[in-house]
């Protein structure tokens, strides 16, 4: 039986081709591929040609990004990370898991993959499987929630309301705070009310900073969550916290800082600002010791399963994987119609 990975070949060069079939080795699974998400932050840095990890490389052991020696590493096969599907078969040595279990996990855009038992969880019983691709996604939001350090009554903007940016204001309202969800589209901000947003800002007509300001007797927020990656809206979150407030990075910056004024309000109003990165063994400062990633993707997968947050009404399209050029050029479009944009596998 043939595999199939989606491989990008260049900057907006990508389909799904060949590849061969992996053995099944001791303490690993077999898993066939129902359903992928694809991430319209990351993935598309690298279908665009703008992730950093193109041009330079990632040294552990200093933790910086030094020069890459070699070309870009084309072609990038099996990228991904938001997956679920089917255990075909199970090493002799792995009595926890059983053929026919649907899990889910992080291995990349591929029909077939074959992954250490440890690395798949389990479907929570009754879920839609497609739920399931929001693990990642919904972990980054938890992780940019739990660096907020939010307090019952806290005014929170987020900034963005994407997949990422929509979860996080369902978790930052389910956290007591009172969310301010800052966009530039309608439909999203529509999202943002049903997901638990008490105000919407529509950022093409009115400053975010002014109207946090105005809704809290001038102070501003006490947290703002960046979550679109662009300098113009982590300005405007700045702008929109009060004195001495949180203001949480976690949008994937791609380039220069334009639009970003770092001698203003930053400055002036001495401003925290906080990095949350999901990777890592905390995910995000002060969390060491009590959150782990992998506390932070069950944590998230446990509230969906509870009914606390229902990501489903936030995939907006659901592609054949052969069609994958296709998926990945809409989400590129950023038409205002698209959110999550799902690979369907053949089963």
Not at 13 to 39: A, F
Request: glycine letters at 10%; charged letters at 20%.
């Amino acid at each position: 039986m043939v595999n199939w990975v989606v491989s990008l070949a260049g900057p907006r060069r990508i389909g799904l081709v060949p590849c061969p079939r992996d053995r099944l080795g001791p303490g690993q699974v077999r898993v066939r591929t129902r359903y992928s998400g694809i991430s319209a932050g990351t993935e598309l840095t690298l279908y665009r040609g703008s992730n950093p990890r193109l041009t330079k490389e990632w040294d552990d052991a200093a933790r910086m990004f030094v020069p890459r020696q070699a070309p870009p590493p084309y072609p990038l096969a099996g990228f991904g990370y938001e997956e679920v599907g089917d255990l075909v078969e199970v090493a002799p040595d792995v009595t926890w898991r059983r053929p026919g279990e649907t899990v889910w996990g992080i291995w990349g855009h591929r029909a077939e993959a074959v992954v250490p038992a440890d690395a798949v969880h389990p479907l929570p019983a009754g879920l839609n499987p497609i739920a399931a691709v929001f693990a990642r996604p919904g972990a980054i939001a938890l992780t940019a929630v739990l660096a907020a350090d939010l307090h019952l009554g806290d005014w929170v903007g987020v900034f963005g309301q994407g997949v990422i940016g929509l979860l996080a204001t369902r978790l930052a309202a389910l956290s007591g705070a009172r969310v301010a969800a800052v966009d530039r589209l309608p439909a999203r901000l529509a999202h943002a009310a049903r997901s638990g947003a008490r105000l919407v800002v529509d950022a093409r007509t009115e400053s975010a900073a002014v109207a946090l300001r105005r809704v809290t007797d001038g102070r501003g927020a006490d947290v703002c969550l960046e979550l679109s990656g662009a300098y113009p809206a982590l300005h405007e979150a700045i702008r929109a916290t009060t004195h001495a407030g949180r203001v949480v990075a976690a949008g994937f910056y791609q380039g220069h800082a334009d639009g970003l004024g770092l001698g203003e309000e930053f400055h002036h109003n001495r401003i925290q600002l906080v990095a949350a990165q999901v990777s890592g063994p905390a995910p995000a400062p002060g969390l060491a010791g009590r959150w782990s990633g992998a506390r932070v993707a069950h944590t998230f997968m446990d509230l969906v399963a509870e009914g606390s947050v229902d990501p489903l009404p936030l995939v907006s399209h659901v592609v054949d994987a052969g069609a994958v050029a296709d998926a990945l050029a809409l989400l590129d479009r950023g038409a205002d119609d698209v959110l999550q944009v799902v690979l369907r596998f053949p089963t």
